[in-house]
């Protein structure tokens, strides 16, 4: 794990990565959120692409668990995919729904060799899109990528040829990552409130 301007990198094949994921998520969750905000899991990415599907498949893998929260809600799953034709009116609808929410965002991302298969948390938005050279709006206080492939060129491509396996674990890692997460900061907040 290594950290870059605050950007925290846990290696998914570590045994201990969804432990290390989900400290790094409660510390900064905890650190930031405000007891009277809502958080918001906003799951970035298409079903129509192999390596852009890593957002909507933490969305559907974490679905079943979100109604065990209070002021925790979910956007971005396989059947309703949150993705660069759509952010926009999600933004809008969040803002519009929602008073002063705090973000989680999750994106795939491509980055170096030897980054592929490590899951950045940071502390601050992510930028959508940037990958493959979209103007996207700046999402999230906290975001999560996942790095699926290599980039630098062709990166349309290079998404497209993304192993599914890969992507496929990533999003079970991070997934549980945040439910263990969220699991223990409900609980503190339920204890706190006795």
Known sequence: MTDTVNKDYVDMNSPYAIMDISRLLLKHISSSIKPHQELIILCIGTDRSTGDSLGPLVGYKLNPYILSYEKVHLLGTLDQPVHAKNLQDTINKINYTHLDPFILAIDASLGSFNKIGHVSINKGPL??????NKKLPIIGDISITGVVNIGGMMEYMVLQ???LSLVMNMAEIISQSINRALFILYNQSKRQKK
């Open 161 to 163: 040829n993304t192993r």
């Open 127 to 132: 930028k959508p899109g940037l990958g493959v």
